[in-house]
């Protein structure tokens, strides 16, 4: 079976070299690079208070004791940071308006005073202490900066990024999962529907064991194009975002994809088998349904998803579990990385196994034989 | 080789095959009948391409669903066109004998072989999508018998095919019999099938009608009154230089059943019980009267006028 | 003896107008999705939104009512004024008795002491002493009667207040959730008297928004790529073209068959809720005010299956394998959305909707059920809606009027 299996899949992966073919699979792999691109683009006016995460309380803009305009954000895990609006020249010249984080000043200990969820304590700090009491309630920055930037903070400032876990989010819902399940969409699940259409299906299936053949060697061709379009998405995105520790964010969304690939492939492949007309309206709706809405029910339930293990993964491997807010664990888990492995694999083989027992067992009538 | 019992297909409420019940010896066989009768559903289950609803199959001793080494043994060549545009005969067929158990150099070989057999050298590396069917039919022959099996199945090979490729495709086929395999052909054109196989299997409505050697059809007795049924004539209408000569020969030959001349007597129209003799000799009579051949039809009603005979004969009206 | 003819005879018959011809092509690709199980499970799923707006709609109205209409049923029972107690020392003299056992339950459940005179006056005083002892006694319940009335007063005047705070809070809550809400919370916030229009117009537009929205991207998915691509697979062309049709009679036939369908998903159910709106309402008179819905409804389905069925027949003509033409369909709506979501975190911003059919469609939407008043905001989604039905029907008419060069 390996033997037929190589052959299918050496063949499908020459035959599948058409101009149309090629033209998808570089608009697959253009696609992310295309949003990244303009993320980049957009970085320099990213508001760096939304890098803090989802605030446990609504602290907004104040006008301090001082006059000066200042956001106090206090994320979930109680670390406190002072923003200050001012006017910071750029390249050209012409002063614009930014945020900048409050350097912290000795003594004072004006950022990173940790408060606990909830707090309603006055904080040591009284320049804080005085922001916050002095909150209007008017949300965000509202009149003018505080005028032009001092030196100092000219010489220090810098231009706001993403935080690291904004690429990941990103790069990690655009590869691993928008890319890689088109790609599988388009190349696994009409492997059964597309021999039967051009009339093929009846040299393949009279060859000795030619149906797990074409199963398995189309599988392979569907997960080999496919991850080569992840690769050089994320090669290329990663060249783009230049985020930090950018070697690791290669790998672990490369894993991902890996992963993403050979799990989405086995499930889409068993829907082709099964359902060999409707097999990618199925994929699609099993895919926004279950993957896209059962996996974000902070409940059991989220964990029958493949999302769900490859979330989790991500969160592992980049070390955000501390970011997280409490109430997302449910929708990531605490499972060490390993299981989840196993988990994918696992799921994978069972899919293939039934997809390769479905394909044996059912009957494909074709046109000419009714 | 191949033991039918009981076989029924049914697709929903439309009937493939109808109790169809028949043991075939290793040999040549025509299955004969017009277009949907169910030539394609029965060949698709002795392949294992389907499973009977009722009654059993075996091949070779085996039933033939899921059975791949019983697979290895048969050599399919079906009725669907190839549509595999950007691929070469080539290439094709020997990925086809590669999913066989062959190297990769063998199924190379073999290949070559094959389609240096149906004559498809000059060819073999050119994409299909720029083949004429009859060369599509060849390459689908190709790829049926190259891995050497012990029984080809043939599902209408010469549908497309001009007359030199009729002919291409017979001797091939011919030899192929010669050589000891056995062959089933199914063709909706009784004298091509004649031309190869002796023994026939004639089909109608799902249903077998009869079976036997060709001579027993041609002229089938009804077994209660010992009178022919049916005697099978073909027709053939030939345009030529001097229609008088060669009807006088065709007369002498004793071949024909009736002649007659149409067209404003420029067209020989004549019937034949022994059209194939007929077709042999021709060119020779031909060439020794120096007539010249503008125009040649067969319109085949034989077959209708057989089958015609055997629904009556089942239907119990006495002919 | 003359001879009949019985050779070919024309038919004398009167023709079928031209007009309909494509009714015929559509007839026939109808009846063929018809027998697609998949299909009509799909339409049957279809009409579960509606039933569950249904209820979201007489909730709505049950709540409207209630706030607009003040419900003496629904107030705080009524106080009963308590008589003097033994703990509870009268300002006009007397003290009462410890006697709570004898105390008889009013209709608030609270126990009064019964009226006892051996109790409320001095039994050791002269009949004359008891007298005005008495007649003090009804001067301090007088009193305190008033005092207590106009303490229940305010305090029911509180009670429904903040019954009504609660409520015409409780409404912009439910409605927070769904996009274009802000006009409808403001109008209940305001007067919910008039907030009707517009909230009925924004559950209408989540109706198409959300599930019929995806509904028609699964539906369309699975009934259109194979609409002209099979015809150009298997020749089917040169039998429609060797008759009396045009392109366009073809191309509207091929296209009516994907407006059936989406009509039977997104314009029936739509009509149906509002029918259902208005007999859950509490009264024949919501008509009035929300008569242009049904129009609106058109209006919005016009603007889904026009563009969206152009793209789909362009993408199906463009192939003769129709899983490359559904995969197309799909890429467009998902790979657009995933844009937008991802563009739209980092830097939140309205353009970004151009470049997503299924926002695009939702601003344009959201104007045609008045939700947004800026035309500034709908005309360059408009425009892009139009470019997207003209440019791919152009293409549609070449690739359907030469289908021999494919």
Known sequence: MLHGALSVFRFELRRTVTWSRVAIWLILVAFPIFIVSVMKYCERYFDPTLAEGPSIREVPTIRGNDGRLTQVTINHNGRVRVYEQVEVPDSNGRLTKKKVLRPTDPGTETNGQSRQPGDETPPDNPEIAAAIETADGEGAFSGEPNGSATADETSSYQEPRYPPWLWGGVLFGLIPEVITLFGLLLWITPLVHAELEGKTWVFLASRPRGRVSVLVGKYLTGVTWTLLAGLVSTTVCILIARPDDALRFWWAIMALVAFSCVSYGSMYSLFGVLFRRRAMVIAVAYTLIFEFLVSFIPAVINQLTVQYRLRNLLVTWLDWRDLMPPEAMILLGNEPAWLQMLVLCGVTVVLLVAAGVAIQRKEYVTASDV | MIELRNVTKLYGTVIGVNDISASLAPGAYGLVGPNGSGKTTLLSLITGQLRPTMGSIRVFGEPPWNRDALLRTIGLCPAVDVLFSNVSALDWVRYLVELHGFGRREARRRAEQALDQVGMSAHMKRMIGTYSLGMRQRTKLAQAFAHDPELLILDEPFNGLDPIGRFQMTSVLRAWIRAGRSLILASHILHEVEAISPSFLLIRGGRLLASGPAEEVHTMVDTKTEAPVSEVVSAIRIRCSDPRLLARKLVESGLIESISFVDNRQVVLLATCQPNVVFERLPHWLDELNIRVDEMQSPDESLENLFSSLMRMHRGEVS | ?406
């Not at chain 3, 279809?46 to 607009?68: D, I, K, T």
């Not at chain 3, 009013?106 to 039994?123: E, R």
């Not at chain 3, 929205?213 to 259109?224: F, N, Q, S």
């Not at chain 3, 369908?261 to 008509?287: D, K, N, Q, R, W």
């Open chain 3, 1 to 406: 003896m003359p001879i009949h003819d019985v050779g070919y005879r024309r038919w004398q018959g009167k023709l079928e107008s031209a007009w309909v011809r494509w009714a015929v092509i559509a007839g026939a690709g109808i009846r063929l999705v018809w027998k697609n199980h998949w299909a009509r499970r799909m339409l049957f799923f279809s009409w579960l939104p509606a039933a569950g707006l249904g209820v979201v709609f007489f909730v709505y109205e049950q709540a409207l009512e209630r706030s607009v209409i003040p419900n003496t049923m629904h107030h705080p029972p009524a106080l009963t004024p308590q008589p003097p107690t033994p703990d509870r020392p009268l300002s006009g003299g007397g003290v009462a008795t410890d006697d709570a056992a004898a105390a008889e339950p009013t209709a608030s459940g609270a126990k009064v002491p019964a009226w006892d005179p051996d109790v409320f006056l001095d039994p050791n005083a002269d009949p004359l002493q008891r007298l005005q002892q008495l007649e003090a006694l009804k001067d301090v319940a007088e009193d305190a009667r008033a005092t207590m009335r106009e303490e229940e007063l305010m305090l029911r005047a509180e009670a429904r207040r903040a019954e009504r705070e609660f409520r015409r809070g409780a409404v912009p809550q439910l409605l927070r959730g769904l996009p274009h809400s802000e006009a409808a919370a403001e109008a209940w916030l305001n007067d919910p008297a008039s907030s009707r229009h517009a909230v009925w117009s924004l559950l209408m537009m989540t109706f198409f928004r959300y599930p019929q929205g995806t509904l028609m991207v699964l539906l369309v998915g699975m009934i259109a790529p194979s609409l002209v691509s099979l015809d150009f697979r298997s020749r089917a062309f040169l039998l429609y073209f060797s008759r009396p049709i045009t392109p366009f009679e073809y191309i509207m036939g091929k296209a009516m068959v994907v407006w059936c369908y989406l009509a039977a998903i997104t314009t029936l159910p739509a009509l149906t809720l509002y029918v259902l709106g208005v007999l859950l309402s509490p009264e024949i008179g919501v008509v009035l005010e929300t008569w242009d819905l049904p129009f609106r409804i058109l209006g919005a389905s016009l603007v889904l299956m026009v563009p969206t069925t152009a793209l789909a027949l362009f993408f199906s003509s463009m192939t003769s394998e129709s899983r490359y033409a559904g995969f197309a369909w799909f890429a467009v709506w998902g790979l657009g959305w995933a844009a937008y979501a991802n563009l739209e975190a980092v830097s939140a911003g309205k353009q970004w909707s151009m470049i997503s059919l299924y926002h695009m469609l939702g601003r344009v939407q959201a104007w045609v059920f008045g939700l947004s008043t800026d035309i500034n905001d709908v005309t360059s989604a408009t425009a892009l809606l139009l470019a997207v039905t003209v440019l791919p029907f152009v293409v549609l008419v070449c690739r359907v009027a030469a289908p021999t060069q494919l």
